[in-house]
């Protein structure tokens, strides 16, 4: 059992929409995630599958647009956009995963997960419609770091309000997290997670 970002993980990924309006070095909006949103990870073993939710309340997230049309391509740069995600704020579905989840996670040495939004490629307008962007996107988890590409679809609910969904394969190992194993090793987690993310996001000036 594994972290639960998302990158992710991927919260960041919803700064595309008003990077079209805001000059290179300018200061732009903040973000508001609905109570509705949510964030998964999904996992299996070689006895069943699981879903770890994340039950955290997310503050205010600004950001700061630093540069745009980076190597002769439509590429905007970002700052100030890191997102702390307490690994203990996650659910597995019961006491024993959740144990299974923390201590995989490291979570008494590095209590906090981080997501921080490097690059959008190709920034269009986004309208009612899903739109699909392409993000670079840093994650640290138990202490390992690593920037991995995350692709996401984005629409306008309202003027302020917009949706984000993504998914996104990765491995524990590649964050030096070894899968959780019990019952003296006969019920083994395997290496390969999904985040799973839909959000509903306030912009707010």
């Known amino acids: 059992m594994f972290l639960y970002i998302v990158n992710n993980m991927m919260i960041p990924i919803l700064l595309g929409f008003w990077s079209t ?3 290179p070095l300018q200061s732009g909006p903040t973000f508001l995630i609905d109570p509705s949103s949510r964030l998964e990870i999904h996992g299996s073993s070689n ?30 740069i970002f700052q100030n956009t890191q997102l702390r995600l307490q690994t203990q704020l996650f659910d597995c579905g019961n006491k024993v995963m959740n144990k299974d989840f923390y201590n995989a996670l490291k979570s008494k040495t590095h209590p906090t997960m981080w997501i921080e939004l490097e690059t959008i490629d190709e920034i269009r307008p986004i ?56 019952l003296m090793g006969m019920i083994k987690t395997n290496d390969e997670i999904t985040i799973k993310l839909n959000l509903k996001v306030t912009i707010q000036d």
């Open 21 to 23: 309006i805001f000059s």
């Open 47 to 76: 006895i069943n599958e699981f879903v770890c939710t994340c039950r955290q309340t997310f503050v205010r997230l600004p950001f700061q647009v630093v540069g745009g049309n980076h190597l002769e391509r439509n590429t905007w």
């Open 127 to 182: 309208g009612t419609f899903w739109t699909t962007f392409l993000t670079q996107t840093r994650i640290t988890i138990a202490g390992a770091r690593k920037s991995v590409p995350i692709e996401a679809r984005v629409r306008r609910l309202s003027a302020n309000q917009i949706q984000i969904q993504a998914e996104k394969a990765l491995r524990m190992s590649d964050f030096d997290i070894t899968p959780p194993t019990a």
